[in-house]
């Protein structure tokens, strides 16, 4: 499967400026009129369609991707697990300053433009005449009232604008030269400032001022402010406008958006309702403004009825709340109602599912034995990859070591081999050489203190494949000598247990981007955050400054860590490829992750009246956005 | 007997003046109580039908293994989610035994399920008294031996199997153990401090009786389903699942004994005015023997049948609580943690064998409530 998903990679070229620009290859097109605004445009409520996209708006050319172009109308149903995730709406809408394009490109979307010079100087050029959801012009006025007002008021922002923006602790001087342009520049490079615009869940660097102007001290009049506030029962200024600004959370539907669908209900609904954005900014060549399906209707359910809901027809468009095991009701409702049809994506995490032990375990016995490689070596031969595959996923995924997907350019054959075979007799032989050659009565192995050699996997008890992997990966490591003991938890009990040191080995998906390009950082590799389960205290250490947590004491992981701080410092995309490189390679050999299987197809459950969904893509979370890379303002309903 | 000329019937023994009238029955009057209650029983047909078949159910425990096929935990990777097979005896028309046929598992690729197509040319005949998995009897002695056994390499799945290819029937009836158990040892517990603290607090009054019915209170205003997640995040996690098993049903037993104890404590107030109380007290009888000689056996027969009654809510508490995951656990087998492992659509919608449990389940508590409402009746014997 992985020929379909080559990505080229762009790139990030140093010593010559490159320059992002939108496809923009067609002529400028007459532009129709949304039958969506036709009233309110005739009743004088809207303005029309020319006046409302921006002068040079983005033009899609749907055929050349291999889409046809569609017609306007319709409403999507679709269905989120939980109150929060409205803010999937700005995840699918994929409205980025930057974005990923299907062959995961950086391409310029809400900018018409981005000169980036050696990733030191990047200036953003605006469309001009682009718009707010409510009409108001979008300017560079925008990016510094964040700048200024927001990211760098210590009211707003007690800590000060993100990291992402800082290069060496410093933070980039931003100029906003004209109404359209706005240019960052730092001291050194910054390789990971348009990443992290396209990210799936962003940090917005501009924010709608006209709107939050009035909330905020320094613009809005003191009285109506202090009745604002007085209104909203909020404790000052601060957390108002706090409040209102979701840009990602997307609760709060007076404030102006850029995404293409725009939040229409307030409060906690069980349905939450978007209308189109008639200001959104791309177009296809035939001069439709996009999005083409007018609203959106997302309704939150309890987990366990999305495949339910999903069998019995009622939504349109779903990927979240499907699992694996739910294949086979989707493929049955599919053939009884005949209303959807079920796709199958492969997945962009690293491993389906993966063992982390823990090297900063409390135990001192145990810290000893897991922190020796050949013990981790040991357990990762001992798993019967192809059986686990057969019986939890139909062999439709791929036995793996933990390691990037081959749809990465760094990905190589011998990584994801790493100790990834099912071999008893060279585990037993690892692990006695380990030290570990005696055993109990029972015949599992004894730890030098004379405890028997119980390993205990504590899980977030969500995923049935979990407890049935780990059952399997029982029964495996019975002929290793090792003893597993599963223990189910609730999800924050065991990432507190984790971060806690009190957990000796827990069970997780892979990293999240499976799918990492050079210009991708690669801090996640490092020992730099408590949420790789392997190595809590280490990333406490980095993440607190050192305050908190405790350094890294491993070669190997000392030298994760300074190649994740040489990365930073690359300028060339050879060079990043190689830290890369070594890094994947550090991994592979110390397996701190033990993983399993990898690229197991995610169900997708699409209406079948809707047009442009691809029939193999790509289910990812960051670079991907789940469905937001596959564009879902381009989705249509056929007509009857 | 001697038959006169004239057709009367006169009894040979001589007459004996102090014989009672009543002498005839004199037997069944002075029957022991069980033999009465044993009588009256035996006329409450349901509750005679359920006793005997609870009553083999628990003599089945310690050789469950025998009749399952297979180890619990036995997984047979080439034979996932297989539905139910039924056992012949005839092929062709004439009668050969009992048998199946070999099936092969294909992977249908359009549903995305396992397909079994059996080979109906050849009938394999069961073997019996086979040996096969290894299991204990009562634990402690080993044996290979089982009822049946497949005749060939593929396994025998009565009820079917699991995603992992576990036999749903072995399953079951080593689910029987934990399940089944875990109600009598619950109730053991229960009715130690219920009737112990009850009647205590029923018998003394007062200060011990104040102090026990605010613990009592204290334990009732409880909620159940925080504290249950407390429990079971407490039990180390390195435990042996039969030793968390019996943990839990401590706990249960323990939430359980403020009714009891409430109900002993009711009795016992009304019981220690009686004049024969008050006789033993003045015989100089101590307090612990007038509560065990004289005051519980007056009630034993409600104690019966509360206890039986209560064992199927111990059963469901089990259950209940296995499901939501807090109680056993994998690897551990019950029918809580089996219909735990169903709960998604497809087991509904595809595979709906792996809800089988359900049905013992319902057939014992039935059969416990037909039980105890026959011995309720039949407890009493002088009361009509």
Known sequence: MSEHYRFSIRAAS????????????????????VPYWKADVEAGKLPPVAERVPSAPLIVDLEAKGRTIGTPGGTLKTMV??????????????????????KYNLVPDILESVENIDDTKVTLKLRPGHKWSDGH???????????????????????????????????????????????????GPNPDFLQSLAMASPTFIYRPAHFLKQYHEDYADADTLAAAIEDERSSSWA???????????????????????VNSTDGNKIRHQFVRNPYYHRVDSTGQQLPYIDTVEMEIVASGLVAAKSYAGETDLQGRGLSFSDIAVLKKGEKENGTYTTLLWPTGVASQLAIYPNLNVDDAGWQKVLRDVRVRRALSLGIDREGLNKALFFNLATPAAMSVLPESPMYQEKFREAYAAHDVAAANEMLDEAGLDKKGPDGIRLLPDGRPMELIIETAGERQEEENA?????????DIGVKLVMRPLDRDILRNRVFAGTTMASVWYGWDDGLPQPFTSPSYLAPRYQDFLAWPKWGQYYQTGGTAGEKPDLPEAIRLMDLASAWEKATTTEERSEIWTEMLAIHADQVYGIGTVNQAPQPIVVSD???????????????????GVHRTDEFFFAAE | MTQLPDGRYVDDAPFDADAGLTTPERADLDAPNALLVWRKFRRHKLGLISGA?????????????????YAPNDRHPDHQYKAPESIRLFHEGSFIGPYIYSVEEVLDMETYTYKYIPDTDTPLPLKFFCLGDQWQVFGLIPSNRHLFCSPTEDPIFLWGSDQLGRDVFSRILYGAQLSLTVGLIGISVSFFFGIGLGSIAGYFGGRIDWVIQRVIEILRSLPELPLWLALSAAVPSNWGPVAVFFIISIILGILDWPGMARAVRAKFLSLREEEFVRAAEMMGAPSGRVIRRHLIPNFSSHLIASATLSIPAMILGETALSFLGLGLRAPAVSWGVM?????????????????????????????????????????DPYES
């Open chain 1, 14 to 33: 140093a010593a010559i400026a490159f320059a992002l620009t939108a496809g923009t290859a067609l002529a400028q097109v007459d532009l129709k009129p």
């Open chain 1, 137 to 187: 012009p979008f300017t560079s006025e925008d990016f510094r009232y964040w700048w200024d007002d927001v990211a760098n008021n210590e009211q707003l922002q007690p800590s000060g604008p993100p990291d992402f923006l800082k290069v060496g602790g410093e933070l980039p001087s931003v100029t906003f030269p004209d109404e359209t342009t706005v240019v960052f520049e730092w001291v």
């Open chain 1, 239 to 261: 957390a108002l406008h706090n409040k209102l600004d979701n840009m990602y959370k997307f609760d709060n539907p007076d404030l102006p958006t850029l995404q293409p669908w």
């Open chain 1, 470 to 478: 780990l059952q399997i990966i029982t029964d495996n490591w019975k």
């Open chain 1, 609 to 627: 009246k809707l047009r442009n969904v691809p029939e193999r893509a790509m289910w990812a979370w960051d670079p991907g956005a789940h469905f």
């Open chain 1, 81 to 102: 697990t939980r109150d929060k995730d409205i803010r999937q709406m700005v995840v699918y809408g994929y409205a980025r300053l930057v974005g990923y394009d299907e």
């Open chain 2, 339 to 379: 219909l735990n492992d169903a709960q998604n659509l497809a087991s509904i919608e595809i595979y709906p064998w792996l809800a089988i449990p359900m049905i013992p389940i319902i057939v014992v508590v039935l059969a416990f409530n037909f039980f105890g409402d026959g011995l309720r009746d039949s407890l």
């Open chain 2, 53 to 69: 078949f609870l009553l083999l159910c628990y003599l089945l425990l310690p050789v469950a293994g025998f009749f399952a096929p």
